[in-house]
Nanobody
């Protein structure tokens, strides 16, 4: 599956952005999906994940209550609604697809996944 992310940009702190990730080549409903981000000089981290049905969702603690992951399998699209953005949210955001969704290695941690496909990143910059 090919993944195309879009929706990044420059926004002031407290603002909102909505990222989209459109799949082509294969049906998105076959995959569990996630959003990752990588800030300059830092390691990539998972931001949010959603299973194929949309019933199981994970958020990293730093975005809980501010970000919302969702999917529209009919439109083959994954979304990340980002509200109350902070300068520390500045990063390149990428979407990814996994055939695996397993129990987390640690309590409260992200689901165990096996990323098979990555989309190209979209830059999100939050100014203070």
């Amino acid at each position: 599956v090919q993944l195309q992310a879009s929706g990044g940009g420059l926004v002031q702190a407290g603002g909102s952005l909505r990222l989209s990730c459109t799949a082509s080549g294969r049906t998105l409903s076959n995959y569990h999906m996630g959003w990752f981000r990588q800030a300059s000089g830092k390691e990539r981290e998972i931001v949010a994940a959603i299973d194929w049905s949309g019933r199981s969702i994970y958020y990293v603690d730093s975005v809980k209550g501010r970000f919302t992951i969702s999917r529209d399998n009919a439109k083959n699209t994954l979304y990340l609604q980002m509200d109350s953005l902070k300068p520390e949210d500045t990063a390149v955001y990428s979407c990814a697809a996994s055939m695996v969704w397993g129990p987390p290695a640690t309590q409260g941690g992200p689901p165990r996944t096996d990323i098979g496909f990555w989309g190209q990143g979209t830059q999100v910059t939050v100014s203070s």
